[in-house]
């Protein structure tokens, strides 16, 4: 795990999803807890973006991240202003701009929290640990969507939350 509390997390090349072979690549991260979801994803994009930990499309190299290249952007909106980059995304969460609130349909973009009731359901549990995790992945079936949930500590208080999807093309 890096400093910050994210693992680097996209891969770079082509996943399969129901069998299907797509360009998306996947990416998951573990941040701190805090009960604003928004403001965990707003602060893991933040520093995702000022690590360079994501694909910039512009010079367009498979395998380095955007902390390769001197000259990659230096605020998001010069690197979303790059018709190139949104065409492909980032490969990473800079693809995911909100967290959805309880019952809102899944869009472009966005990220759904796991709520008690899916976990239940999916995994027989309310409180999810980081065992979980592997379980919770077919949860994000499609690109350009993300997931997220809340970790609980052996104790079950929340300790982590963690952010996973595939996007990019």
Known sequence: MRAGGHTPA???ACSKIKGVTVGA???HYYV??????????????????????????????????????????????ELWADESVQESGTHSILD?????AD???????TVQP?????????????????????????LAPR????????LHDAEGNPSEIYFWGFSGD
């Open 143 to 150: 690109s350009w969507f993300g997931r997220c949930a809340i």
């Open 32 to 77: 701190a807890y805090q009960p604003d979801l928004q403001v965990a994803l707003d602060g893991l994009r933040r520093q995702v973006f000022e690590t360079g930990d994501y694909w910039w499309a512009a010079p367009y190299e498979y395998g380095k991240s955007a902390a390769d290249f001197p000259n990659r952007p230096r605020t998001e909106a």
């Open 25 to 27: 690549s996947g990416w």
């Open 96 to 100: 995911m701009s909100r967290v959805l």
């Open 10 to 12: 996209f891969r770079l």
């Open 103 to 109: 019952g809102e349909e899944p869009d472009y973009g």
């Open 114 to 138: 796991v709520v008690e009731a899916e976990a239940l359901e999916h995994l027989g549990v309310t409180k999810l640990t980081r065992s979980h995790v592997e379980a919770l992945k077919p």
